[in-house]
């Protein structure tokens, strides 16, 4: 983070500043505090950091802006919301940086579409990306006080559970480039309807400025209703006709996926280290954020190779005589039907899908777990293990579709019973929301196996 005043700050969130001072870092946790520091007492469901501003003062914090304070102390900003000021000041950091900002949003793949954007962006541009999770009001903000005056570029992860998160998050991004990956089912319980949540995705454009770049999923049925004269709309994919971005003779490897890349006149061979053809989406996505940004198609596709995915997302490992596919971050739907494509395409003999719960579905859940397992048994799984009581739906929609089933409620009787029944060459996806630790099944076989 670069130095900022704190008489900037008042400006940005409409407080009151009696001293001023240089700011150095601003932090959310009373945990994290120096002599440098502005303290942004946020209030959850949970807790109330108002609270703690006696002991952030008392460690010597430059400022503190909260909405309570009962004490006198001419290092406190009082602003009435402070998650709304938290956006305010990150809005006015980010406008001191022309450098071009690309935020992306969507169902599914969004940090994957992020890390593939990083890598193309960052073999001309030192690139900032978001890390982790940091995709929510909180995460948006620490991640654009991470920009520096070092930075070339930014790509910005968007994620919401509500109308109107996007909304805020991309009037402080004010992003250049804008991306929906895709519109599923993540969050349907909360938005009504898969147009509910394109118009909570499209929420996106709000932050950007006319005729700006609108980079989306061609071949996805809900992106394909947009019809705009406001931006640049951009389309990838494989099936349609009409993409400015599209995949051909597509081969998926052991160790990622190559197909053929063609833009308007141009094409290239192109090889990405990540399996599935939602990858291959992911791809063709970070190659138009590359032209939009003065690559050449071969340049963009040079330096894919060099895409890593992040945490448990389907990593595949061969261990011993088996392929593990870990991808275990987080589940939902479409992922999950994903991952499952992925599955069987690259088995070499026998596909075991080892399904943990899907959270966060409502009353949308016994359907969704139960479309998923018959999903499952179409995709041709030989063997479908559940974890959990919401999978026992997707137990009983692979079993009645034909494929071979057992549900377990006990992680080591699952991870027993699936030693027990592997054999050479097999391939087993992991996969489960992040609650469910789906990842203890295959540690627990790594650490037996000394792997």
């Known amino acids: 983070m670069e130095e900022i005043y704190l008489s900037e700050i008042a400006a940005w969130c409409n407080a009151e500043a009696s001293s001023d001072g240089k700011i150095r870092t601003i932090s959310t946790d009373s945990r994290v505090i120096d002599e440098n520091t502005l303290f942004i007492a946020l209030k959850g469901e949970r807790f109330d950091a108002n609270d703690f501003v006696d002991d952030v003062l008392e460690k010597n914090a430059k400022a503190v802006i909260c ?52 890598a193309v962006l960052s073999e001309k541009f ?34 919401m559970n509500h109308f109107n998160e996007i909304s805020r998050l991309t009037n402080a991004v004010k992003p250049d480039i804008g991306i929906i990956t895709n519109v599923g089912t993540a969050h349907i319980e909360n938005l009504g309807s898969r147009e509910g949540i394109l118009k909570a995705k499209y929420e996106i454009t709000e932050g950007m400025e006319k005729g700006a770049p609108l980079i989306i999923n061609g071949d996805n049925d809900m992106l394909a209703t947009i019809n705009t004269d406001d931006f640049e709309v951009i389309k990838f994919g494989v099936e349609q006709d009409d993409l400015y971005m599209k995949a051909e003779n597509i081969r998926f490897l052991p160790d990622g996926s190559e197909f053929t890349a063609i833009c308007e006149s141009e094409q290239v061979e192109a090889f990405v280290p990540a399996v599935g053809i939602h990858n291959v989406y992911n791809a063709l996505c970070a190659m138009c954020v590359g032209k939009k940004l ?14 890593a995915p992040e945490g448990m997302r389907q990593n595949v490992r061969q261990v011993m005589d088996y392929t593990f596919i870990e991808d275990c971050y987080n589940a939902n739907p479409d992922s999950m039907k994903a991952s499952l494509v992925t599955l069987n395409t690259i088995k070499k003999t026998r596909s075991i899908a080892v399904l943990g719960d899907m959270l966060e579905l409502g009353s949308f859940s016994d359907e969704a777990h139960f479309t998923v397992g018959k999903f499952a048994a179409e995709q041709k799984t030989d063997i479908v293990l559940t974890f959990g009581e919401a999978s026992k739906f997707t137990e009983k929609g692979a079993k009645e579709n034909g494929a071979l089933t057992k549900a377990f409620m006990d992680k080591d009787e699952l991870t027993n019973y699936l030693k027990s029944i592997l054999k050479e060459n097999d391939t087993v996806l992991f996969k489960g929301s992040r609650s469910m630790k789906m990842e203890e099944i295959f540690q627990a076989l790594y650490k037996e196996w000394e792997v």
């Open 294 to 307: 003065g690559f050449t198609l071969q340049e963009a596709s040079n330096a894919l190779k060099n895409f």
């Open 126 to 159: 030192n690139t900032l990306k978001t890390q982790g999770n940091l995709n929510n009001e909180i995460g948006v903000p620490k991640t654009l006080f991470c920009i520096d005056n070092s930075h070339e570029a930014a790509v910005i992860e968007m994620g």
């Open 67 to 118: 909405s309570r304070y009962n004490g006198k102390s001419d290092r406190v900003l009082l602003v009435e919301d402070t998650g709304k000021a938290l956006l305010d000041i990150a809005k006015g950091y980010r406008e001191k940086f022309n450098i071009p900002f690309v935020a992306l949003t969507g169902s599914v793949g969004k940090t994957t579409t992020k890390g593939m954007v990083h």
